[in-house]
């Protein structure tokens, strides 16, 4: 059973049931519709973090720098006035970024700790930088999507994209897909050596184990997943600019995953809704909502020192 814990059993239950039914209730409602697609696409990306960070001991700064690449390069790849086909596109840009985490990550990873995360943010602020000058890519105001693709298989035709709650059963899909990608993983003889790797990595090498290739392999999953999210939040928006690459936007998934709990994965989902959730309340509560929002985060982590998962398995695993 890829799913170990029974606190982990029954969030997935209980949340997957009500994501599931979350658009019959709020269909009339688009605007929440897309304010729940966009929590979505966030856990997306920050369970490809929480990956990074909490089971492979790469603590990032420049994880966004993946995000934004995933919606640069649709925009950049596809024709400008035609409807591509969205699984085609997907794969190639998710390739490609592949291969861009696959040469990063040759060079990052020769460094760690507090030069790991020095060297990443330096390399996503310098792609951050090139696309916020650049003409040719739209500079601070971005790109948009002119034609959002369809999503036909052998001509049968699921989704459309252009319909909120559409896009949102697509989002939804891709955190399933995503979770259980990432348990799989886990679970398998290569996390395990991952996992290892984290904990004593003297001993792992010692084993006859490449540490650095293990590593690799998992930053560019990681990103790879990260460029995924970011191809998602583009499209869901209909436009991409190079905010999406900003060190801040690693930072807020990082705050997401130490808030869900690090290191549990499908505490990310927790951590993007709770994340959200106050911006959303403190937004419509106070001008000053940036101090209540810092307040409440800060006496969070204060409280719950292994995250809101960390918590709900002290309840539930007795």
Known sequence: ?????????????????????????????????????????????????????????????????????????????????????????????????????????VVVLRTSGIYFIMITLAISQMVYYFFFDSLDFGGNDGLFIFMKPETSIFGISFLDLDNPTHFYYLALLAVAVTLITIKIILRSRFGRIVEASKLNPQRTEALGYNIFAFRLISYIIGSTLAAYAGLLFALQYGYVNPQFMTWEMSGTALVMSILGGLGTIYGAILGAITYEGLQYFFEHMSQDWMLFMGGAIILMVLLLRKGLAGYLEKLLEK
């Open 1 to 105: 059973m890829i799913f170990e814990k029974r606190t982990e059993r029954i969030f997935l239950a209980i949340f997957f049931v009500v994501a599931l039914c979350i658009p019959l209730f709020l269909e009339q409602n688009s605007f929440f519709v897309g304010k729940a697609t966009t929590v979505l696409i966030l856990s997306v990306f920050v369970m490809s973090l929480d990956f990074l960070v909490g089971r492979v001991g790469l603590v990032t700064l420049g994880h966004a720098l993946f995000y934004g690449l995933g919606g640069y390069l649709f925009v950049i790849i596809t024709p400008e006035y035609e409807a591509v086909n969205f699984w085609l596109y997907a794969l190639a840009i998710l390739a490609i970024c592949a291969i861009i985490a696959l040469i990063i990550g």
